[in-house]
């Protein structure tokens, strides 16, 4: 598998042997006669499944739980963090809301929630960022915290 063509043919064999591996079933349900939802299953071939769980725990021992993807996954939190404490500073009790610097659409937004209920901005804020991209957030970050990034002919 050193090769790219002969890994594509690999994965692409391997596909096909998976997809051949699958039987789409009839079973009895009560629901079976209102969705098909109920009414069809499917059945995976014993090896083929033995297959499945094997990439899929090469995936995760490999990928999902490398020292790299850790650190892009520490890297978003941080970002996160540190953009949503500041937007929103201070606590429940106490808090101010950095209006001047927040993007357009999240201050649209804002404008329609009341803007001294904490919990009410920070659950807006914390939507405009699962809204976001992986790009999106940290070009903010970088505009707020990197000297090096944006100037003012990026606005004109």
Do not use: W
Request: hydrophobic residues 35%; glycine residues 6%; proline residues 3%.
């Amino acid at each position: 598998m050193d090769h790219r063509e002969d890994f594509d043919r690999y994965l692409a064999s391997r596909t096909g042997r998976f997809i051949e591996g699958v039987q789409v079933i009839e079973r009895k349900h009560p629901l079976d006669k209102k969705s098909n939802r109920y009414k069809y299953g499917i059945e995976i071939e014993t090896g083929v499944e033995i297959e499945n769980n094997l990439y899929k725990r090469l995936a995760v021992d490999i990928i999902f739980r490398s020292p790299q993807l850790e650190q892009l996954e520490f890297k978003g939190r941080y970002i996160l963090e540190r953009l949503f404490t500041t937007f929103l500073q201070g606590g429940l009790k106490a808090f101010t809301l950095n209006a001047k610097i927040l993007p357009n659409v999240l201050r649209e937004k804002l404008k329609h929630i009341d803007e001294n209920d904490y919990v009410a901005v920070a659950r807006m804020i914390c939507d405009y960022f699962s809204e976001q991209t992986d790009i999106s957030l940290p070009k903010i970050y970088k505009r707020l915290f990197d000297p090096d990034y944006g100037t003012f002919y990026d606005i004109v």
